[in-house]
């Protein structure tokens, strides 16, 4: 075991809440070191919907404070990562069985100005029978409306917090696990444990218990603390499906039980519709979509859409707990979003942070707040930054990501359009540390399948902590659904020859 080594803070999990605390942290000049027991993102972060939303559902549950400040964070995060963020259009049908008219236009009304919106389009309402975005609707649904969100790459953005976060002087390491930490009045000592051998002791004036659905068992197996506090994990479960619209648009689809299902476009040739709400037991690492999520979402769409969907129709499944804080709700989907922090800090005794809840839209929010609550307790001023702090790859001039591209595509005409698309959209203006000096395509390598040349695995595993197949083709991209099947098998033995202590794979997610 090597000798204790000091920091400020340990981060204990690499998902959007704990790479978000570690580069708040390190941007503030802390000595951070994070820790994550899979890769960056590897369970709830990667599944979630893929939206930057306000949550319009919640304002029927009174939610004001949550969804105002969700809607503020929609534009902060829009500009500052307008590569992985951008516009989305909703689509609302009516049916008035389920909900008045009147209350839809009054929700959207509320929703245009609870954020103080400043980018996006305002909420309208529509004629289907006349509007494009009908044509895909089941007749006799005539009336709708329409309203912006974003989109965003989920797992990505937890990459990219970590990058910034390491770029500032934090090290992040992924398939390590916090084995034990106690404290005494100075510091916090853990003992992490590497996925393929190994210790190391580390010393921390503080710790942050980020852990996701495994935060009460950090609470009491690692840091052998007894608190109150309670977690509530709900499974949502997402199915994608051949693409049932030609449009842009989005539609987010009232049921009947007075929940909303999504569908979106998605990876150019599907759509992805979810999610449920589902209260979970077990391992989160197997959480996965059972035949009745399937068959609900499937009859969710079909009673609005054209073209019916059935399970025959999902080529991929992917399913996440969500590790809410218990408000004693009755029923799984009105469970709280919001965020709670547990504070631990006895006098005498180092600090210790852990998180409950909270939306990948607030992650930043919930970040600041956090070093707010832990500042005075390190002896810090507390000096929030990251409100204008671009992202990296997101400083794109104007936040205007279509004339990056168009830029792109000049100065590298060799460069087939999708693959330009897909490149600036997942690394933004650190696309030029793919190509380099590139003069054509084949100076970039083998294509590994799908467009994945050896040039970019070279960049995911120096830049962004990729270490498997699964990491590359299912997290910092979505070429698993597009890639030839022999292309996991390709990338691993490629990797085996690139990445020294290579790992074997652990798939989560697979294409059916």
Same mark, same amino acid.
């Given at each position: 075991?090597?000798?204790?080594?000091?920091? +400020?803070?340990?981060v204990?999990?690499?998902?959007?809440?704990g790479?978000?605390?570690?580069?708040? !942290?390190?941007?503030?000049?802390?000595?951070? =070191?994070? $820790?994550?027991?899979?890769? #960056?993102?590897?369970?709830?972060?990667?599944?979630?919907?893929?939206?930057?939303?306000?949550?319009l559902?919640?304002?029927?549950?009174?939610?004001f404070?949550?969804?105002?400040? !969700?809607?503020?964070?929609?534009?902060?995060?829009?500009?500052?990562?307008?590569?992985?963020?951008?516009?989305?259009?909703?689509?609302?049908?009516?049916?008035?069985?389920?909900?008045?008219?009147?209350?839809?236009?009054?929700?959207?009304?509320?929703?245009?100005?609870?954020?103080?919106r400043?980018?996006?389009?305002?909420?309208?309402?529509?004629?289907?029978?006349?509007?494009?975005?009908?044509?895909?609707?089941?007749?006799?649904?005539?009336?709708?409306?329409s309203?912006?969100? $974003?989109?965003?790459?989920?797992?990505?953005?937890?990459?990219?917090?970590?990058?910034?976060?390491a770029?500032?002087?934090?090290?992040?390491?992924?398939?390590t696990?916090?084995?034990?930490?106690?404290?005494?009045?100075e510091?916090?000592?853990?003992?992490?444990?590497?996925?393929?051998?190994?210790?190391?002791?580390?010393?921390?004036?503080?710790?942050?218990?980020a852990?996701?659905?495994?935060v009460?068992?950090? #609470?009491?197996?690692?840091?052998?603390?007894?608190r109150?506090?309670?977690?509530?994990?709900?499974?949502?479960?997402h199915?994608?499906?051949?693409?049932?619209?030609?449009? +842009?648009?989005?539609?987010i689809?009232?049921?009947?039980?007075?929940?909303?299902?999504?569908?979106?476009?998605?990876?150019?040739?599907?759509?992805?519709?979810?999610?449920?709400?589902?209260?979970?037991e077990?391992?989160?690492?197997?959480a996965?979509?059972?035949?009745?999520?399937?068959?609900?979402? $499937?009859?969710?769409?079909?009673?609005?859409? @054209?073209?019916?969907?059935?399970?025959?129709?999902?080529?991929?499944?992917?399913a996440?707990?969500?590790? =809410?804080? +218990?408000?004693?709700?009755?029923?799984?989907?009105?469970?709280?979003?919001?965020?709670?922090?547990?504070?631990?800090?006895?006098?005498?005794?180092?600090?210790?942070?852990?998180?409950?809840?909270? @939306?990948?839209?607030t992650?930043?929010?919930?970040?600041?707040h956090?070093?707010?609550?832990?500042?005075?307790?390190?002896?810090?001023?507390?000096?929030?930054?990251?409100?204008?702090?671009?992202?990296?790859?997101?400083?794109?001039p104007?936040?205007?990501?279509?004339?990056?591209?168009?830029?792109?595509?000049?100065?590298?005409?060799w460069?087939?359009?999708?693959?330009a698309?897909?490149?600036?959209?997942?690394?933004?203006?650190?696309?030029?540390?793919?190509?380099?000096?590139?003069k054509?395509?084949?100076? #970039?390598?083998?294509?590994?399948?799908?467009?994945?040349?050896?040039?970019?695995?070279?960049y995911?595993?120096?830049h962004?902590?990729?270490?498997?197949?699964?990491?590359i =083709?299912?997290?910092?991209? @979505? =070429?698993g659904?597009?890639?030839?099947?022999e292309?996991?098998?390709?990338?691993q033995?490629?990797?085996?020859?690139h990445?020294?202590?290579?790992?074997?794979e652990?798939? @989560?997610?697979?294409?059916?």
């Amino acid at each position: 075991m090597s000798q204790d080594q000091a920091f +400020d803070l340990l981060v204990i999990g690499g998902g959007i809440n704990g790479v978000g605390i570690a580069r708040d !942290a390190a941007g503030r000049g802390l000595k951070v =070191l994070l $820790c994550e027991q899979g890769d #960056l993102g590897q369970a709830t972060s990667s599944s979630s919907s893929k939206l930057i939303h306000g949550g319009l559902r919640y304002l029927e549950h009174y939610a004001f404070r949550l969804v105002r400040e !969700a809607l503020i964070e929609r534009e902060v995060l829009l500009a500052a990562a307008p590569h992985i963020i951008w516009p989305l259009r909703f689509v609302l049908p009516h049916v008035k069985e389920l909900r008045p008219a009147w209350m839809l236009r009054a929700g959207l009304l509320l929703y245009d100005h609870l954020g103080g919106r400043e980018r996006l389009p305002a909420s309208q309402a529509l004629d289907l029978r006349r509007d494009p975005a009908g044509a895909p609707l089941v007749a006799g649904i005539t009336k709708g409306f329409s309203y912006a969100d $974003c989109w965003v790459e989920d797992s990505r953005l937890v990459v990219l917090n970590a990058l910034d976060a390491a770029e500032r002087g934090a090290e992040v390491l992924t398939r390590t696990r916090c084995r034990s930490a106690r404290r005494d009045a100075e510091a916090w000592t853990a003992t992490l444990e590497a996925e393929g051998g190994g210790e190391r002791r580390v010393r921390a004036r503080a710790l942050v218990n980020a852990a996701g659905p495994w935060v009460m068992e950090v #609470l009491g197996q690692v840091a052998g603390a007894n608190r109150r506090s309670t977690l509530r994990l709900i499974k949502g479960s997402h199915i994608v499906v051949p693409r049932l619209h030609d449009g +842009d648009e989005a539609y987010i689809l009232q049921t009947r039980d007075q929940r909303v299902v999504f569908v979106i476009p998605y990876e150019g040739d599907y759509s992805l519709i979810g999610t449920t709400d589902m209260e979970f037991e077990g391992d989160p690492t197997a959480a996965a979509i059972t035949a009745e999520e399937t068959a609900y979402l $499937c009859q969710a769409v079909s009673r609005y859409f @054209k073209r019916p969907v059935t399970p025959e129709n999902v080529v991929w499944t992917y399913a996440g707990v969500r590790p =809410l804080y +218990d408000d004693d709700s009755g029923k799984a989907s009105t469970v709280t979003r919001d965020y709670v922090f547990d504070v631990d800090a006895p006098e005498g005794a180092a600090p210790m942070l852990s998180v409950f809840g909270g @939306k990948i839209t607030t992650y930043r929010k919930l970040a600041e707040h956090a070093m707010s609550r832990l500042s005075p307790l390190l002896g810090l001023s507390d000096e929030g930054w990251t409100a204008a702090a671009a992202l990296p790859g997101g400083d794109l001039p104007d936040a205007d990501f279509e004339a990056f591209l168009a830029g792109l595509r000049q100065a590298r005409p060799w460069l087939p359009a999708a693959l330009a698309r897909r490149l600036a959209r997942a690394y933004g203006s650190r696309v030029s540390e793919i190509l380099g000096e590139a003069k054509g395509l084949a100076d #970039l390598g083998d294509d590994l399948g799908g467009g994945l040349t050896e040039a970019e695995a070279d960049y995911l595993v120096r830049h962004e902590w990729a270490q498997t197949a699964e990491d590359i =083709l299912w997290r910092r991209s @979505k =070429l698993g659904l597009h890639a030839p099947a022999e292309t996991t098998e390709r990338l691993q033995s490629w990797l085996a020859g690139h990445l020294p202590g290579h790992l074997p794979e652990s798939g @989560k997610a697979v294409a059916r």
